[in-house]
């Protein structure tokens, strides 16, 4: 059965530091998402993109976020200095007929 | 504002024992509901998606209600089984036209032999 795939599963990295987490969604589908969920806490909506462009964002994602889908697979979340407070996990997930498919995650930590 | 609530925020049953999850909404205009099934670590999972005009679906013991007039949903479990410690997250989404979708607090379940 098709399934959105994340990578990495999980990384450590610095205050600072840029993080790339990477999603190749369902292959069919053409909406993409980027959810967070910081531990313990509800699920929250980051991005979504359509055609190529982002067609809707939360107030979290601001200036040191940005989303990339640069060929036809890979769907690319970029957090450009990371903080303390983006430690959480990162969902992609891909949406067809209105069905919403989530990836394993990939679990951020900022030290 | 468009807002999903759950209660209860955890809930600790004996395994092979029933329960029921309760999900309110506010989201207009409504287009579905759906619930999801998170285990620790791992990205949710879609359990059932209820309509409009749905008021009763069923996923093995998985069984969810809408009462669209209310604004509420439930979903029952039957039979509860170990694997059914989760969270259970409520998932409402609206007609706009954006295809967004409303995610829940979500219920912490946990079954104990």
């Known amino acids: 059965e098709p399934e959105v795939t994340q990578t990495p599963s999980h990384q450590v990295t610095q205050m600072g530091q840029e993080v790339i987490l990477r999603c190749v969604p369902i292959?069919?589908?053409?909406?993409f998402y980027w959810y967070r969920q910081i531990l313990g806490q509800k699920v929250e909506f980051l991005v979504s993109?359509?055609?190529?462009?982002?067609?809707?964002k939360s107030e979290i994602f601001d200036d040191q976020f940005s989303v990339e889908r640069p060929d036809g697979s890979n769907f690319t979340l970029k957090i450009r200095s990371t903080k303390l407070e983006d430690s959480a996990m990162y969902f992609c997930?891909?949406?067809?007929?209105?069905?919403?498919?989530f990836g394993e995650g990939s679990r951020l930590t900022v030290l | 504002k468009n807002q999903v609530e759950q209660s209860p925020q955890s809930l600790i049953i004996l395994e092979g024992k029933n329960c029921t999850l309760q999900?309110?909404?506010?989201?207009?205009?409504?287009?579905?509901l759906r619930w999801y099934k998170q285990d620790t670590g791992r990205g949710p999972v879609s359990l059932t998606i209820?309509?409009?005009?749905?008021n009763t679906k069923s996923n093995g013991r998985y069984t969810a209600t809408l009462d669209a007039d209310t604004k509420q949903s439930s979903l029952h479990i039957t039979a509860s089984q170990l694997s059914d410690s989760a969270s259970y997250i409520c998932?409402?989404?609206?007609?706009?036209?954006?295809?967004?979708?409303?995610f829940g607090t979500g219920t912490r379940l946990k079954v104990l032999a």
């Open positions: 997930a891909s949406m067809s007929g209105g069905e919403l498919f």
């Open positions: 292959s069919n589908h053409l909406y």
């Open positions: 993109f359509y055609n190529n462009e982002i067609s809707e």
């Open positions: 999900c309110n909404y506010t989201v207009s205009p409504f287009s579905n």
């Open positions: 209820m309509t409009f005009s749905e």
């Open positions: 998932v409402v989404s609206d007609t706009s036209g954006t295809y967004k979708y409303i």
